[in-house]
């Protein structure tokens, strides 16, 4: 799927995902998270990677293998990013901050997250979600 | 986002629902709580029993308004927080900053307390 840079087209790649969810049985809970969590990265490659310049678009995969995983993959067409620079917003001197903790939601909602240059100059994040044969995708304490 | 504003006692009660997410309940929220300050509203409760939808942009909305509301010498607080809402909270130790309450009758007072 390719998005236009714009955030109401963040509504239909998350419409897409709750359909793809639904169909391979994937519990409800678990489907709100990822979904967040692609929310969030699609937020992410339309604000910070394309700087919501019309002439660029965010593209993006969603699999899901029933009972193993569900992955995604967000690629914007912007200048790349360096995600050591995220500070943590958890810490006391940024907890007031009204910004910086998208990155943070994504990697306490999904197993693995993995940002790499993109084919496209800009940055690809790759998201995974393991799924127990119910379709549950489990969130552990020790994510906390 | 709709939302629907209410005065009880001298607290102004946002009721919210739907979605505050990037690009639309975020700004609407700013400019609700931007609103009752230019009104000389600075106990401003938010109701968001009906919030279905939050993302990072709109915790960070709600951030911003309670650090501007309070800089301005008055409060924030929130109302009816939404499991899923409250676990966002949580994750990001948001919860040690607002003040949340089941009841709005407890709420409404706490601001006088």
């Not at chain 1, 992410?44 to 995983?69: F, Q």
């Not at chain 1, 998208?102 to 496209?120: A, K, L, N, Q």
């Not at chain 2, 009906?50 to 993302?55: L, M, S």
Request: with cysteine.
């Amino acid at each position: 799927m390719q998005l236009l840079s714009s955030f109401e087209n963040i509504e239909i790649a998350d419409g897409m995902l709750q359909e793809l969810c639904s169909t391979a049985g994937v519990e409800e809970e678990t489907t709100y998270w990822v979904g967040m969590a692609l929310r969030e990265a699609l937020a992410n490659a339309i604000k910070h990677g394309n700087k919501l310049n019309p002439e660029k678009r965010v593209h993006v995969l969603v699999r899901v293998d029933p009972g193993r995983e569900l992955c995604i993959e967000v690629e914007d067409e912007g200048e790349g990013f360096a995600p050591a620079d995220v500070v943590d917003p958890t810490s006391p001197e940024n907890l007031l901050r009204d910004s910086g903790r998208g990155i943070f939601y994504i990697r306490h909602f999904m197993d693995t997250v993995h940002f790499s240059p993109g084919e496209r100059g800009g940055t690809r994040v790759e998201l995974i979600k393991r799924l127990d044969k119910a379709g549950q995708g489990g969130f552990d304490e020790e994510r906390d | 986002m709709k939302s629907a504003i209410r005065e009880v006692q001298d607290v102004r009660v946002l009721d919210l629902e739907g979605k505050i997410t990037i690009g639309s309940g975020d700004v609407q929220l700013r400019q609700l709580v931007e609103e009752s300050l230019q009104s000389g509203r600075t106990k401003i409760l938010l109701n968001l029993k009906g919030v279905t939808h939050i993302d990072s942009s709109g915790i960070g909305e709600m951030v911003g308004c309670y650090t501007t509301v309070a800089r301005r010498g008055g409060a924030m607080k929130l109302l009816n927080l939404p499991p899923k809402i409250n676990d966002l909270l949580q994750v990001t130790q948001l919860i040690t900053v607002f003040d949340v309450f089941d009841n709005e009758g407890e709420a409404v007072a706490s601001f006088n307390a």
